[in-house]
């Protein structure tokens, strides 16, 4: 999604800077280039926030229940191991904030993988929860019940924090490319529709 986002920037960018082409032989191409472009940049936006809304059931996934039994809310992570060829590449994912006695679910591909990790952060930075779980039959859900501050192994926790770390950063690097076009279209589209008196 990031390289999709840098092309709209980039189109919503030249379509505001072509904005002050008005006649001319090239003015109907331009306006025609920047209706193109904002039409372009609508449809992606609606979709991918449509997909970002709506429930991530996955087909030939493992249903992965979180409750939260601690007295305190706790922000979850969950990191998917794939080791397809024992390479160790690991993928997280924010299952979200869970107040005490609540749950989330989350659906995980597990095609190339048999083990996941849940990491479970109070506030930002404190890491006070990481426990390692295997999957041997993908036809069952699975019901993680958090009842105490543990962490299963350190080392191993360390490298979920790492990744949990480059999953953040990513979403606010993407966040803020997403604003720019936000803000790039609504520019645009107001210098279309406004009507010249």
Known sequence: MGLIVFVIFLCLLLS????KVKSGRAAKWVKLFRIASLIFSISIFTYWFIKKSAVGIVSNSVGL????????S?????VNVNNPDKSGV????????IRPE????EY??????????????LGKKNLVYFSQHS????????????RNYINQSVRLSDLAKKQVE???YENVKLGIWVTLDLLLLFLNLVLLLRVRK
């Open 166 to 168: 480059a999953y953040n």
């Open 74 to 78: 706790l922000d979850f992570y969950v």
């Open 16 to 19: 505001l800077f072509l904005s």
């Open 102 to 105: 609540y749950y989330r679910i």
């Open 135 to 146: 999957v041997p039959n993908k036809n069952i859900d699975q019901i993680v019940e958090v």
């Open 65 to 72: 229940q979180v409750v939260n039994k601690l007295p305190q």
């Open 108 to 121: 995980l591909k597990m095609e190339k993988s048999d083990e996941y990790w849940i990491v479970g952060y």
């Open 90 to 97: 690991l993928e997280a994912k924010h299952i979200g904030k």
